[in-house]
């Protein structure tokens, strides 16, 4: 088997990543280690802005903009 891409982990940036990828014309193939995406762990979708931009994603995929972010570990 022969593809351009292969991206490994199929959460939102390795999606997102394919699916930009693919539409450039090019052959991806993606690999998930769990039966499905987000099974073990739950991303929030967040991307920060220079990723936005350098992955050049539309507009309007933006649900919400942030200016930071306060992540709290109990333990």
Known sequence: ????????????AGLTAGYQIAQ???DVLIFEKNQYPGKNKVCGGAVSKECFL???LPQKIIEKQC?????????
Not at 1 to 12: C, H, N, R, Y
Not at 67 to 75: A, C, L, R, T, W
Request: no cysteine; glycine share 12%; aromatic share 8%.
């Open 1 to 12: 088997m022969k593809t351009d891409v292969v991206i490994i982990g199929a959460g939102p």
């Open 24 to 26: 450039a014309g090019f």
């Open 54 to 56: 350098n992955l050049k």
């Open 67 to 75: 200016s930071k972010i306060v992540v709290n570990f109990p333990s």
